[in-house]
């Protein structure tokens, strides 16, 4: 890129199919195009010039495509909804709704199990579930067999960072109230679920950067509830990790997640099939 718009090796490049550019390069030209006009044209000049072929088989999908458009009625109703729909879809994918519906069930349930006093004795079970809970949203939002639209999104300009991070608060932004709520009626100290639940997404992102998502959510889940789940309801006893002296190593692993995801930002640029 070129001050404030893409040099002409790069746009010449990108009309010649890319594969000339490096992976971040297309990225870049791709998210440049969405918002500069300049741009838009002078590809389209350079395709009409230079790739006949691509411009044939454009005008050809156009020609078919401009009468259906002249036809259409415009559509006055529900254009509020289609326009929340649309900002939604920025953030969170239809296939999360289920798992969500799910996450905030299993927490009521959690909640249920502490009121009757049917849990596990001395530790409560919100507390127990709350730092895997937003990890099993994460999950299913980059779940390739889950989202129907996946190859779409994966592709798009825009799927790096900033669409995992939005996703990612979606999630928060949903099971932290629910978890808040329960929390206070059962007596657990906010930062007692809440750094842990910090924490382990942190872990999901940073470790999701080279394996995947959804992979990193599994394994991070498989881990708790092997080395702290089991055990905690085998003995009925609160685990070390649960208890209020362990906070200051749940906030030093937020922060080191955070800090690797920040390091390596450029590795959710372009998403593998698996991310």
């Given at each position: 890129m070129s001050g404030e718009h893409a040099s002409g090796r790069?746009?010449?490049g990108y009309a010649r199919g890319g594969a000339d550019l490096a992976a971040d390069e297309v990225w870049a030209v791709e998210a440049h195009l969405e918002a500069c006009r300049v741009c838009r044209d002078r590809l389209s000049a350079v395709v009409t010039a230079e790739v006949p072929a691509v411009a044939s088989l454009v005008g050809t999908v156009w020609s078919g495509l401009e009468p259906r458009l002249a036809v259409t009625a415009t559509m006055r109703r529900g254009r509020f909804r289609q326009a929340w729909l649309s900002r939604l879809s920025r953030w969170m994918t239809p296939a999360m709704v289920p798992?969500?519906?799910?996450?905030?069930g299993v927490t009521l349930l959690a909640l249920l199990l502490d009121v009757v006093g049917a849990g596990t004795g001395e530790v409560s079970m919100v507390l127990l579930f709350s730092p895997v809970l937003?990890?099993?949203?994460?999950?299913?939002?980059?779940?390739?067999?889950?989202?129907?639209?996946?190859?779409?999104?994966?592709?798009?300009?825009?799927?790096?960072l900033q669409l995992v991070l939005r996703r990612t608060a979606s999630v928060l932004g949903v099971v932290v109230p629910v978890l808040l709520v329960c929390g206070w009626l059962t007596g657990v100290m906010v930062a007692q679920w809440l750094l842990p639940c910090?924490?382990?997404?942190?872990?999901?992102?940073?470790?999701?950067?080279a394996v995947g998502m959804t992979r990193a959510a599994v394994a991070l889940g498989v881990v708790w509830a092997a080395v702290v789940m089991a055990?905690?309801?085998?003995?009925?006893?609160?685990?070390?990790?649960?208890?209020p002296d362990g906070l200051p190593v749940w906030a030093l692993l937020a922060a080191l997640g955070t800090a690797v995801v920040i390091a390596r930002r450029s590795a959710y640029t372009v998403l593998d099939p698996h991310r």
């Open positions: 790069i746009i010449e798992w969500l519906a799910m996450v905030v937003p990890v099993l949203g994460v999950a299913a939002s980059w779940a390739r067999g889950l989202d129907p639209a996946y190859e779409l999104t994966a592709s798009a300009p825009r799927a790096g910090l924490a382990f997404t942190t872990a999901t992102l940073a470790l999701g950067g055990p905690t309801v085998a003995t009925s006893r609160t685990a070390v990790v649960l208890r």
